[in-house]
């Protein structure tokens, strides 16, 4: 059962975290790293996940490390907001491979939401490096000034 396991070290945001594979990092601090989605299901779709935690799901998380996570992510809500004016912000989190989880390292999904558009599936399609890149630049600049 997938919501319960040991904790795999190799997982893709374990390797993220320590460099060892590349992402669209928007912000960093001691203990959160924030970056945007591969496979966004909306324009700006990002991804917040603590640093310190070996957490793979809510359930492992101690305190101090989901209260820093929480506030990251509200962090990470009002720039997006900010800069991409959606209409709503969507924040997701999964528990589980039934639930819909298929990285093993907790983290917190913030979703733009826009009004008469629907999300793209789930961990699917994979978008434009380029789109990535320019979006990327534009919310550093947010997160250098928020
Ligand atoms: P989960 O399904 O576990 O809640 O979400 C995992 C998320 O990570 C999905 O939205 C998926 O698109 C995204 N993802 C999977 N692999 C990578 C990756 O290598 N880099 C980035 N930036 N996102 C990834």
Same mark, same amino acid.
């Given at each position: 059962?997938?919501?319960?396991?040991?904790?795999?070290?190799?997982?893709?945001?374990?390797?993220?975290?320590?460099?060892?594979?590349?992402?669209?990092? +928007?912000?960093? %601090?001691? /203990?959160? =790293?924030?970056? &945007?989605? @591969?496979?966004? $299901?909306?324009?700006?779709?990002? *991804?917040?996940?603590?640093?310190?935690?070996?957490?793979?799901?809510? +359930?492992?998380? %101690?305190? /101090?490390? =989901?209260?820093? &996570?929480? @506030?990251?992510? $509200?962090?990470?809500?009002?720039? *997006?907001?900010?800069?991409?004016?959606?209409?709503?912000?969507?924040?997701?989190?999964?528990?589980?491979?039934?639930?819909?989880?298929?990285?093993?390292?907790?983290?917190?999904?913030?979703?733009?939401?826009?009004?008469?558009?629907?999300?793209?599936?789930?961990?699917?399609?994979?978008?434009?490096?380029?789109?990535?890149?320019?979006?990327?630049?534009?919310?550093?600049?947010?997160?250098?000034?928020?």
């Amino acid at each position: 059962m997938s919501l319960y396991g040991d904790y795999d070290s190799q997982n893709i945001f374990a390797k993220i975290i320590r460099g060892e594979m590349p992402c669209y990092k +928007l912000y960093e %601090d001691d /203990d959160v =790293l924030v970056f &945007l989605d @591969l496979f966004p $299901q909306s324009f700006g779709h990002t *991804l917040v996940i603590p640093k310190r935690a070996e957490a793979r799901n809510l +359930l492992e998380i %101690d305190a /101090d490390n =989901l209260t820093k &996570l929480t @506030l990251a992510v $509200q962090k990470v809500a009002r720039v *997006l907001a900010d800069e991409l004016q959606p209409d709503g912000v969507q924040i997701a989190q999964f528990n589980g491979a039934p639930a819909g989880q298929t990285v093993f390292h907790i983290h917190m999904h913030v979703i733009p939401r826009f009004a008469e558009q629907g999300l793209q599936a789930h961990a699917s399609g994979k978008a434009d490096p380029a789109e990535l890149e320019k979006l990327q630049a534009r919310l550093v600049k947010r997160f250098q000034s928020a």
